[in-house]
């Protein structure tokens, strides 16, 4: 009788570890592709299905040893769906990072001094995005406003995962601006010649347009707003240029500069209607703490920067070196 009972231990042990490896192999087994593959995880699909999809591939030999794995910790049964980058590390890793809804990572950009009409054809390229923009009421969708949403983008890069919408992104660019408009307008300067958050941020935007170095910002916005305290014009060629929307040609024109639109600040008093591009937060800064100074004038230098003058003999000096001299 002590023999049949060790015989039964026996082969209970050698049971035990025979099992226990298999387990442990079925734990490292590794899935089978060759490279990173994307895969998507529809709704709705169980733990039996997914494995039944990769052994439809080859990726798996069989289910039923991770369907005991499955049995023995439940929570590997809880799928999200999304789209997911699968590793030739083991099966039970990628169920792992299916499980925790580790979906791979896309990212869209809306770049400083942008355009409403680039981020549009932007984001309508985007990779795995679900285009829902209505553009006939696109300002009641991103920013619940019966408005233009030029301006009202953060530049900024934003990151999505497949199928989410292009109004989620856009709402959250949308949110920081309005959040960093709000902050940046109630430390305002005093005596600023605009009353309102959205005046500050048409003038962001025409800085943001004027000059590519973040140096320069706070003597532009010092111009302007000079300008803009002695009822000069702007007379600023951003403006026209967008005004001109398509039919610029990237050359302005006399008659451009003649031709009366609500852009046109070579004809218009103030600031245009609306914001010309997408500001930094910088150029936001820059519209609503200028700097003192007496500059009512600027001309490029033809590298990048400006050449500053007070008063209009400076400037004619600084047109003819850096202008008048570089076309002779």
């Keep these: 009788m002590l023999k049949v009972i060790l015989s039964v231990a026996f082969l209970a042990i050698i049971s035990t570890a025979i099992g226990y490896q298999q387990l442990q192999a079925t734990l490292q087994s590794p899935l089978n592709i060759s490279e990173n593959t994307q895969f998507e995880v529809k709704k709705g699909t169980g733990f039996n299905k997914l494995c039944q999809q990769w052994q439809a ?10 369907q005991v794995i499955a049995k023995l910790d439940p929570t590997l049964t809880d799928l999200k769906a ?11 890793n990628n169920i792992k990072k299916i499980n925790q809804g580790q979906q791979i990572s896309f990212s869209f950009t809306i770049i400083e001094g942008q ?18 923009l209505k553009l006939d009421e696109l300002g009641k969708q991103i920013i619940n406003e ?10 900024d890069t934003y990151h999505y995962q497949h199928n989410d919408t292009a109004s989620s992104v856009l709402k959250r660019a949308a949110q920081t601006m309005q959040q960093t408009l709000s902050d940046a307008w109630q430390k305002r300067a005093n005596n600023l010649p605009y009353s309102t958050a959205y005046e500050a ?20 916005a010092s111009v302007f707003v000079n300008r803009l305290n002695t009822k000069m ?7 026209v240029i967008y005004g001109l929307g398509e039919n610029f040609d990237g050359d302005i024109k006399y008659k451009d500069l003649r031709n009366h639109t609500p852009y046109n600040t070579y004809r218009i008093d103030g ?5 010309i591009a997408m500001p930094s937060k910088e150029a936001i800064l820059a519209a609503v703490n200028p ?9 490029a230098k033809g590298d990048g920067s400006h050449q500053f003058s007070t008063t209009l003999k400076q400037h004619n000096a600084a047109v003819k070196t850096y202008i008048l001299n570089k076309k002779n």
């Design 201 to 220: 941020l048409i003038m962001a935007s025409i800085i943001e347009k004027e000059t590519a170095l973040a140096s320069e910002r706070p003597l532009i």
């Design 82 to 92: 999304g789209l997911y980058e699968l590793s030739n590390t083991s099966v039970i």
């Design 271 to 275: 600031l245009p209607p609306t914001p």
């Design 233 to 239: 014009r702007l007379q600023t060629d951003p403006t």
């Design 115 to 132: 355009a409403l009409r680039d981020v549009l054809v932007n984001i309508k390229n985007a990779p795995n995005l679900n285009n829902d």
């Design 57 to 66: 591939k080859n990726w798996v030999e069989s289910c039923w040893r991770y």
């Design 146 to 155: 019966d408005t233009l949403l030029e301006g009202w983008l953060f530049p």
């Design 291 to 299: 700097p003192q100074s007496d500059y009512v004038y600027f001309v």
